[in-house]
């Protein structure tokens, strides 16, 4: 049997607090919610979660507070049979924590780094081996600036793919950007790049994937823009839509390095992700994608 690719995911893991509202306040309005939950969250440790649904072999490097959030989310992560080895939790720092507002069918994100802020470099370069022996890394931009450059040297120095989802949005250097293999940006990420003149975002197209919701996935193959198409489905949480297609991707990536089949995957999965509440819960596992398609085929 073929085996299943190795990934190692550096990234945050936050403790989402989640407000459903039926519309968002205005400045220095109070509204009345609907509901709160609290729910495991993280773009690191929502990709790493989707990665290991699909059934890769996944390392989580990250940090935690030494409080009741940090322990729950590292029990969370080991149920889903994650390898902790790479996560620690510091004293006298809150676990990371985002406060989500869904209201209009969308989601809107204030997050607080906590713990996420001391992945630095030092700490990265500790669990070098795990990376060494990753078939792909994968990092997103809830920790510091400084560790993904690292990180974006450890994978070159071993020849592993690195793929970045630069999310939330950050200045980027031509530095970093030349040792990533692809990155993985939304709309909004995209524009914060093309304002950012020491880049050039012609030479960067090619290793661009962009995630626009229900209007699917754009790449670019010898500089023609290909549009891979995303189901329509109605969305109840769109909260880790991003970080499902992500890990979905990486692991199709990491499978086989076909481009078209990872983003329709990705898109798969992301489609059945937001049709749950939270950014965890509705992550597919392989047998519910295939089980999803063979039920479109059936329905044609
Ligand atoms: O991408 C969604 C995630 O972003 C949430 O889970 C939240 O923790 C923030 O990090």
């Given at each position: 049997?073929?085996?299943?690719?190795?990934?190692?995911?550096?990234?945050?893991?936050?403790?989402?607090?989640?407000?459903?509202?039926?519309?968002?306040?205005?400045?220095?309005?109070?509204?009345?919610?609907?509901?709160?939950?609290?729910?495991p969250?993280g773009?690191?440790a929502?990709?790493?979660?989707?990665?290991?649904?699909l059934?890769?072999?996944?390392?989580?490097?990250?940090?935690?507070?030494d409080?009741?959030?940090?322990q729950?989310?590292?029990?969370?992560?080991?149920?889903?049979?994650?390898?902790?080895?790479?996560?620690?939790?510091?004293?006298d720092?809150?676990t990371?924590?985002?406060?989500?507002?869904?209201?209009?069918n969308?989601?809107?994100?204030?997050?607080?780094?906590?713990?996420?802020?001391?992945?630095?470099?030092?700490?990265?370069r500790?669990?070098e081996?795990l990376?060494?022996?990753?078939?792909?890394?994968?990092?997103?931009l809830?920790i510091?600036?400084?560790?993904?450059?690292?990180?974006?040297?450890?994978?070159?120095?071993?020849r592993?793919?690195?793929?970045?989802?630069?999310?939330?949005?950050?200045?980027?250097?031509?530095?970093?950007?030349?040792k990533?293999?692809?990155?993985?940006p939304?709309?909004?990420?995209?524009?914060y790049?093309?304002?950012?003149?020491?880049?050039?975002?012609?030479?960067?197209?090619?290793?661009?994937?962009?995630?626009?919701?229900?209007?699917?996935v754009?790449?670019?193959?010898?500089?023609?823009?290909?549009r891979?198409h995303a189901?329509?489905?109605k969305?109840?949480?769109?909260?880790?839509?991003?970080?499902?297609?992500?890990?979905?991707?990486?692991?199709?990536?990491?499978?086989t390095?076909?481009?078209?089949?990872?983003?329709?995957?990705?898109?798969?999965?992301a489609?059945?992700?937001?049709?749950?509440?939270?950014?965890?819960?509705?992550?597919?596992?392989?047998?519910?994608?295939?089980?999803?398609?063979?039920?479109?085929r059936?329905?044609?």
């Amino acid at each position: 049997m073929e085996r299943e690719p190795i990934i190692t995911v550096i990234g945050s893991i936050n403790m989402d607090l989640v407000v459903t509202v039926p519309r968002r306040p205005e400045t220095g309005e109070t509204v009345r919610g609907e509901m709160f939950d609290t729910m495991p969250g993280g773009k690191g440790a929502n990709q790493a979660i989707s990665l290991a649904r699909l059934g890769a072999t996944v390392n989580m490097i990250g940090m935690v507070g030494d409080d009741e959030f940090g322990q729950a989310l590292i029990d969370n992560l080991q149920k889903e049979t994650i390898n902790v080895q790479g996560v620690e939790t510091i004293a006298d720092v809150s676990t990371g924590v985002a406060v989500i507002t869904l209201a209009d069918n969308d989601n809107s994100i204030v997050v607080v780094a906590g713990a996420n802020a001391q992945v630095t470099s030092d700490y990265v370069r500790k669990h070098e081996d795990l990376i060494s022996k990753s078939d792909i890394v994968l990092t997103q931009l809830e920790i510091p600036l400084e560790t993904v450059e690292e990180t974006a040297e450890l994978c070159q120095k071993h020849r592993v793919p690195f793929i970045l989802n630069p999310a939330p949005a950050d200045k980027l250097s031509t530095s970093l950007l030349s040792k990533v293999t692809y990155l993985t940006p939304n709309r909004i990420e995209v524009e914060y790049m093309k304002g950012n003149e020491d880049l050039n975002w012609e030479d960067l197209r090619k290793k661009v994937v962009i995630t626009e919701g229900k209007d699917g996935v754009v790449f670019f193959e010898n500089d023609q823009e290909q549009r891979v198409h995303a189901y329509t489905v109605k969305p109840v949480d769109t909260t880790g839509a991003g970080d499902t297609f992500n890990g979905a991707f990486a692991y199709v990536m990491a499978k086989t390095k076909r481009i078209t089949d990872a983003c329709q995957f990705g898109n798969t999965a992301a489609a059945l992700s937001v049709m749950k509440k939270g950014a965890q819960t509705g992550m597919p596992t392989k047998d519910e994608i295939n089980r999803f398609i063979q039920e479109l085929r059936t329905d044609k």
